[in-house]
């Protein structure tokens, strides 16, 4: 069965302190994976697409990396407005029809402390 | 702005009743995705369609659950005889299968409250 874990579940970091969340993932064969933000009340909001192992993306103070096993989102810099709960998910390869499906991992919320 | 949409918003109904709920995804994208949510937990796939053919349904789905998706456009998702253990966010997305990347788009949720 596929499996995606987040860790830490919650992170608290003052203003300017960085850090690092990971996603641990156990699948078949891997399609992608994928990064989210979710605010309280909201729809996860796209932030990244990683496919093979060493593949690295950025956007503003974020960046995203994966290997075989795991992926990190580094954040650079926290300001108040980055804190937010922040999902990973994974798309895996099937064979026959396919399936594009996300398994989504429980989250890791961020709390930037001005 | 043509992101994906979700109505209604909040729903709030009585145990037993029947509910709906609509998706209008992002007009150019062909695949469309059903999630559930609830608190401090990562959305679970329900359902899938590609073009207005489910291919895909999650042993979440129970019979209660039925998915439509007519003329391959917007999607409603019906809960028959509500419980109180439905209650949760319900998310729709939607996506291109044309190349690649595959990533999904998400609309804003109903939030249902089943007393």
């Known amino acids: 069965e596929d499996q995606v874990t987040q860790s830490p579940e919650a992170l608290r970091l003052q203003e300017g302190e960085s850090s690092s969340l990971n996603c641990s993932y156990t699948v078949s064969g891997l399609r992608g994976l994928f990064w989210y933000r979710q605010d309280p009340g909201k729809g996860p909001e796209f932030l990244f697409t990683l496919y093979s192992a060493g593949e690295e993306k950025e956007k503003e103070r974020l960046k995203a990396t994966l290997t075989k096993k795991e992926s990190f989102l580094h954040i650079t810099a926290p300001k108040p407005e980055d804190s937010a709960t922040y999902l990973c998910a994974v798309q895996v390869r099937h064979s026959g029809a396919g399936s594009y499906q996300l398994t989504f991992g429980k989250g890791t919320k961020l709390s930037v402390i001005p | 702005d043509t992101g994906v949409s979700q109505n209604p918003r909040h729903k709030i109904t009585k145990r037993g009743q029947n509910v709906t709920f609509r998706c209008d995804p992002i007009?150019?994208?062909?695949?469309l995705y059903w999630y559930r949510q609830t608190l401090g937990q990562g959305p679970e796939f329900l359902t899938y369609f590609q073009n207005e053919a489910q291919l895909e349904k999650s042993r979440l789905l129970s019979d209660r659950f039925s998915a439509e998706r007519p003329k391959g456009s917007f999607s409603t998702l019906e809960i028959q005889r509500t419980e109180q253990g439905d209650s949760a966010m319900y998310l729709c997305?939607?996506?291109?299968?044309?190349?690649?990347?595959?990533?999904?788009?998400f609309g804003p949720g109903t939030r249902l409250t089943v007393t």
């Open positions: 007009s150019e994208h062909n695949r």
């Open positions: 997305a939607s996506s291109s299968s044309r190349g690649g990347p595959y990533e999904q788009y």
